[in-house]
């Protein structure tokens, strides 16, 4: 029986099979999805203070729909063959469908490198909730004033007191000027001190040391500078972008017999970016893409990966959430409007459980619904 391989437990590990389940119907088609993990981790909730509730059991999804999974870890793909190796097994595929995500960059020789602390993965946000736990008021240091970095300082500085650095010159340099200056303000009310041009060089027991030679106190280090895409991609295509990942075309295919979804594709988003590696953009990017793999596979037509506007929801602890639209990040909510927004956004990417109708109908809607979005900036009628 022609069989579809999907590489990767993630959201578009999880929507790759939903979709190959989908294309397969009544059909004869073998689906498996290897990845080591027992649950889907949903990493956009790790900055939270029980991150141990971000995640869902990978049975529930995968049962329901005739998905089988195999935990082990890919090390090996031979495209020539067809064959890859987990855990030291062979395991052969007519279409691969490469979901293996992203990890965080991590410093080479930074001195005291094995004292930080992340929320990359589950097993990192754990680990940092527990160390904070014992100790109250805290002071943390977070590197890296991007969008994990700034949610996780908005959410910490209800623990302790928060520095938070970057060695750029701007906060969220990469969500450019739309909401820098309601980033800026929240920061304020939350009592964060931010330093820019400036990252940590050495960390040690209840310290960290800057780029500028100055000593501060750090119960915990933060780590939190931008993700790159898994090693895999290497043995797919030599092509690969910044981020490490692969290009693939509007149907999401690597090469004849590979498929790409989540962080690590780089596919067209429109005619001038590419998609982020975001939750937003792995959900569908999975369900085109294992869609297609099983399409192929059966002589049914492909589809064509179509994604809906693009959003972003930043949570500011405290201080609220900030939702913006556009690739110029218009702010469209901020405050209460904005937290109530990614309250919902955090709710509705828990994918459906136990039933395949409905698992099967949510891999059918590729856009992205926006139901609850605000339509037009919320300050529209004051300066219309
Ligand atoms: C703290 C944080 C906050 C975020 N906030 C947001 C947000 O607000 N909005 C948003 O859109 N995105 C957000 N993101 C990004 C989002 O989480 C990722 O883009 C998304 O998880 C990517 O999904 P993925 O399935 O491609 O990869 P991943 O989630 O990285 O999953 C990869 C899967 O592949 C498996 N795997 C890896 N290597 C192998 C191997 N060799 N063999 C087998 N399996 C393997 C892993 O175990 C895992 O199951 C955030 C990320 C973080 C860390």
Known sequence: ?????????????????????????????????????????????????????????????????????????????????????????????????????????????????DRLFDIDDLAGALRLTEHLRARPDCSVVVVGAGFVGLEAATELAARGRVLLVDRSEAVGEHLGPGPRKEIEAALDQLGIEYRLGTTVTEVGDGFAVLSDGTKVAADAVVWSVGMTASELTRQISDRLDHLGRIPVDRQLRATPEVFAAGDVAAAPFDAEHTVMQACQHATPLGKVAGYNAAADLLGKPLRDFTPGPYVTCLDLGGAGAIFTRGWDREVMATGAQGKDIKKRINQAIHPPVDDAAKILAAADRVSIELPFFPREPENAASTA
């Open 1 to 113: 029986m022609a069989h579809v391989v999907i590489v990767g437990g993630g959201f578009a590990g999880v929507w790759s099979a939903a979709g190959a389940a989908l294309a397969r119907g009544d059909a004869d088609l073998r689906i498996t999805l290897v990845a080591p993990n027992e649950h889907l981790v949903l990493r956009p909730r790790l900055y939270e203070p029980a991150p141990d509730l971000a995640k869902v059991e990978l049975a529930r999804i995968l049962r329901p729909i005739g998905v089988e999974h195999v935990r082990s870890e890919v090390t090996e793909i031979d495209t020539g063959s067809r064959m890859m190796v987990a855990d030291g097994e062979e395991i052969g595929y007519d279409r691969l469908v490469l979901a293996a995500g992203s990890k965080l960059v991590r410093p080479r020789g930074l001195p005291g490198g």
